[in-house]
């Protein structure tokens, strides 16, 4: 960060997002003048975070990875979170990230400056509690989607006399063994750390249950060192399987999420095998009835082997209240507790930064003006020039899709891709779009309203006939609200929609010889064309008039 003359990007956070885009700078622009503000001490995210048993993504590892970056040693098909952690360090000391990073700071706030086109940033050192002033040109949010745990909405919540802990923030100093231990929340965290902890059977749990989620059969499995070798040493491989991936993943998009009659097959299959594993008790209770799809599915990690296990409770009669020494039941039951274990998600719909942009409005006053989070392509937000959100990558691809609380990039993601793909698209137009700025050429780009509101009125027209309308989900605003995370199309619909800015979607500030030069392009391609037309139809009637001078007519 040297040269003043140099336009400056600040990119907010090292997880998934932030590394990525750091990695396309470098790899795309060869740019260097960028600094990367992380809260926490390492690179990683959600899968630095995240410690619970079990911890670890549901996505094919092959899919769930940088595309110029494909890693030939995953152990299985589905890597947990230390190995996904490896990854992405290794990536930041490969592309020479680390030294752009400020670890341990704190983004609080960025006011953009109209009059010096950049924005100003206030970051606090968490170590020592300094906070500091400095600006940069371009905002890059890349702050995740997993940041505040939130604790269940429940009376009592905090009367618990006894160990508790939200599963993101898994307390390992806790002793389970010979203990009472409450689970609360269902999602696809627990449905892999219940397994896990309830496999000692000197461990009581006990799991309470609002609404079922559909179980997928498992498919985790360890790769032979053969086909390790394989991936590593037969070119094309490793690109041919991650194609295999990828067109599965819209396939089963226009199977599952597109088609009702496939959807209501597919629902009868998953129910059966959910009835032949679960125990009979509950058989009232396991099996949804709403469509697959609706809300994200979730893959059996054991979890129905693990119903049977004596020391293993499923209670669905709801939570009245929590006590100081366990729960009471809406049905007037009392259960004692030893330790409580929340898996309930995180803090819905907010914008945890204080970025203001033109107009005066921060983010989330722009969010509450449209009753939930809304951009342009999930990227672009009007009214904050020069400001751009990466989708949160975190378990929403990898795991934790059915606690996603907090919509970073709204209507990015899917229930059927890799977010890290999302988030490639995403930098890939991204960098397109600040390439003018970078070379000087332009000042900012500010989204248009207009180009928003129609973005999103075709969308949420697609979403309102789509399976995601059809029970309560953390897809939507307040749970039943309007649709403001999910993309409503697959993911090649997604590439070609962010395939390349369109310009005239953008007002650009400072851009006098820019668009000259746009406008100059445009009518150099046009007069292309046009030669290109005369010449082939001369080409086409020269032939002609000669033989018609021989007396010949020719008819084409």
């Not at 336009?7 to 700078?25: D, E, K, Q, T």
């Not at 000391?93 to 960025?110: D, Q, R």
């Not at 893959?299 to 209240?321: A, C, E, Q, S």
């Amino acid at each position: 960060m040297t040269n003043p003359s140099i336009p400056r990007i600040a990119i907010i956070g090292a997880g998934l997002g932030g590394v990525s885009f750091a990695i396309g700078l470098k790899r795309q622009l060869r740019y260097e003048e960028f600094i990367i503000y992380e809260k926490a001490s390492d690179v990683g995210g959600t899968w630095r975070d995240n410690i619970y048993p079990g911890c670890a993504s549901d996505v094919p590892m092959h899919w769930f990875s940088l595309s110029t970056d494909l890693n030939p040693n995953w152990t299985s098909t589905h890597g947990n979170n230390d190995e996904i952690q490896r990854y992405w360090k290794q990536l930041s000391i490969k592309y020479a990230i680390e030294p752009h990073i400020a670890y341990n700071h704190l983004v609080h706030s960025a006011t953009w400056d109209a009059a010096e086109q950049l924005y100003h940033i206030v970051v606090e050192d968490l170590k020592t509690g300094t906070k500091t002033s400095t600006s940069a040109h371009i905002l890059i949010s890349a702050v995740g989607i997993l940041e505040v745990p939130r604790a269940p909405d429940i009376p009592g919540v905090k009367d618990f006399a006894g160990d508790v802990f939200h599963s993101a923030r898994w307390n390992n100093s806790v002793e389970l063994h010979g203990r009472k231990v409450a689970v609360i929340g269902n999602g696809a965290s627990a449905t892999q750390f219940v397994p896990l902890i309830a496999s000692d059977p000197e461990v009581q749990v006990t799991q309470f249950c609002r609404t079922p989620n559909w179980l997928l059969p498992p498919i985790r499995a360890n790769y032979s060192s053969r086909t390790i070798w394989i991936f590593r040493n037969i070119p094309f491989v490793m690109k041919l399987y991650r194609w295999w991936l990828f067109l599965r993943s819209d396939i089963l998009y226009f199977t599952i999420f597109k088609n009702g009659w496939f959807r209501s097959r597919f629902a009868k299959t998953l129910r059966k095998y959910i009835l032949a594993n679960a125990p009979e008790e509950y058989h009232k209770h396991i099996a949804p009835t709403y469509p697959p799809g609706c809300k994200r599915m979730i893959f059996d990690t054991n979890y129905t082997k693990t119903l049977h296990k004596p020391n293993m409770d499923v209670n669905w009669n709801g939570i009245d209240r929590i006590t100081t020494d366990g729960i009471l039941t809406k049905t007037g039951e009392k259960l004692a507790f030893d330790v409580m274990i929340f898996a309930t998600g995180f803090i819905v719909d907010r914008y945890p930064i204080n970025v203001r942009g033109s107009k005066g409005m921060t983010v989330q006053d722009y969010y509450d003006s449209q009753r939930g989070p809304r951009a342009y392509l999930g990227t672009s937000v009007p009214g904050f020039p020069n400001f751009f959100m990466l989708s949160g990558i975190s378990f929403l691809a990898a795991q934790y899709a059915a606690h996603l609380k907090r919509l970073i990039g709204p209507n990015t993601t899917t229930g059927h891709i890799s977010l890290i793909y999302t988030v490639e698209v995403q930098v890939n137009y991204i960098i397109k779009l600040i390439k003018p700025i970078l070379k000087g050429d332009v000042s900012s780009f500010e989204v248009t309203s207009k180009a928003t509101d129609v973005y999103n009125d075709m969308i949420q027209k697609r979403l309102s006939k789509s399976v995601f309308v059809s029970c309560l989900s953390w897809y939507r605003t307040g749970g039943d609200g309007r649709i403001t995370s999910i993309f409503p199309g697959a993911s090649t619909q997604f590439w070609w929609w962010l395939r390349r800015p369109v310009w005239s979607h953008y007002t650009a500030i400072g851009a006098g010889r820019w668009e000259r030069r746009l406008r100059n392009q445009r009518i150099r391609r046009s007069l292309l064309f046009l030669a290109l037309l005369v010449a082939a139809s001369l080409q086409l009637t020269l032939p002609a008039l000669q033989d018609t001078e021989l007396g010949v007519v020719v008819i084409n």
